[in-house]
């Protein structure tokens, strides 16, 4: 039985996809590049600032210093961070829905400073009570290892088993898999054909069926 659900931010919670894909071309664009965002997308979500950066480095072959490269990023996307966050459509009626009934949290590979700037717009700590979980506490292993989900499930007692994640991304679908979790993704950042990894995909919370995701999730494993 599900009794869990743990929650990506970006994509899931949060609607900043569309501020990284501006992030990110313009990064690009100080280099002479054009943002490809169907072949580059996919490797960029769920990895640190640094990480994006040697992603994006061996993509266009193009040389500095990854902190120094990974600041630049920081400080290009916290201007969009500042004006254009926002809740993800149907977010907040779906958590007011399961919030008194399941335990729930926030698990998720975001740059800490930029979560703090979303933070002060949206008061994310308040809304989960504080249980918002990031890579510091796992040593920065980023998805798709699993560390971040069994931490999260860790921290409020739950057995992976017991746990559902929602994710946008598939390296979020992979690392929720590994640890053992059922896994429903909403198509806000990914075309649906490339969510197939996930035990449900939707493409918004209204469609998603916690009664089917219980039932499915109580079939024993062969």
């Not at 630049?72 to 201007?79: L, N, P, Q, S, T």
């Not at 779906?94 to 700037?117: G, H, I, P």
């Not at 969510?195 to 219980?214: G, H, P, R, S, T």
Request: aromatic share 10%; hydrophobic share 40%.
């Amino acid at each position: 039985m599900i009794d869990t659900i743990i929650f990506d931010a970006e994509g899931i919670v949060i609607d900043t996809e569309t501020i990284w894909d501006k992030g990110q071309a313009i990064f690009l664009q100080r280099r002479g590049f054009v943002y490809d965002r169907e072949r580059i997308k996919p490797l960029l979500t769920g990895r640190t600032l640094a990480e994006g950066v040697e992603v994006m480095r061996q993509a266009y072959r193009f040389d500095g210093d990854t902190e120094a490269l990974a600041r630049e990023r920081a400080d290009i996307v916290r201007e969009l961070f500042i004006h254009e966050t926002a809740f993800i459509e149907g977010f907040l009626p779906f958590y007011e829905s399961v919030r008194n009934r399941y335990k729930t949290c926030v698990a998720t590979a975001m740059d800490q400073n930029l979560l703090k700037l979303v933070d002060q717009h949206l008061n994310l700590s308040a809304l989960f009570e504080n249980r918002i979980y990031t890579l510091d506490k796992v040593g920065y292993r980023s998805k798709p290892n699993p560390d971040i989900f069994l931490y999260a499930a860790q921290q409020l007692g739950s057995a992976p088993e017991h746990c559902v994640v929602i994710e946008d991304a598939p390296h979020g679908i992979d690392a929720a898999k590994s640890a053992g979790m059922c896994c429903i993704a909403i198509s806000t950042t990914y075309d649906p054909g490339k969510l197939q990894k996930a035990d449900f995909v939707v493409n918004a919370y209204a469609e998603i069926d916690l009664a089917a995701v219980d039932q499915y999730a109580s079939i024993p494993m062969k």
